[in-house]
């Protein structure tokens, strides 16, 4: 089942709050009426997890490949469900989604001067003289391998 604060209702009884009546419910309808309580795009998940925690066999409405709308075609299982779950006198639109943050997330920077960074130091004329010796001498150290072979047998 989703995480949620005690005493939270899942975000997929919300939507099956919607679906309990048995008739088509509309992707926009569901935006409408569930767009505070509910992740929108997540609504695939939800629909798993109304077949699997609840027992709601769920049709898919599709015009083509696009999914159109939602529908329960065993409302009576689910309305059970809502009502062991407490979740029947659940009306969508009270609360308000709060985006989901770390609070480990960065603050956002609205100014470079915010930062407080300092200019890094080039560096100097003699550090860049010993680097490139240094690759020098690494690549003389690294030469490619002579192989040797003799030649045994020519046969035409």
Do not use: C
């Amino acid at each position: 089942m989703a995480r949620t604060k005690s005493g939270a209702m899942p975000p997929f009884v919300k939507l099956l709050t919607l679906l309990q009546e048995g008739n088509v419910v509309t992707k926009e309808e569901i935006e409408q009426k569930l767009g505070n309580e509910i992740y929108t795009y997540r609504l695939s998940t939800y629909v798993w997890d109304i077949k699997t925690h609840t027992n709601g066999v769920v049709k898919v409405v599709k015009n083509g490949r696009a999914v159109t709308g939602y529908q329960i075609t065993n409302p009576q299982v689910v309305k059970d469900y809502l009502k062991l779950a407490g979740a029947d006198s659940f009306v969508p639109g009270q609360t308000v989604l709060k985006p989901s943050t770390s609070k480990f997330a960065n603050k956002s920077v609205k100014s470079l001067a915010s930062l407080k960074a300092k200019p890094a130091k080039a560096p100097s004329k003699l550090a860049q003289a010993h680097a490139a010796a240094a690759v020098e001498s690494a690549a003389k150290k690294m030469k490619a391998p002579v192989i040797e072979d003799e030649v045994t047998e020519i046969t035409e």
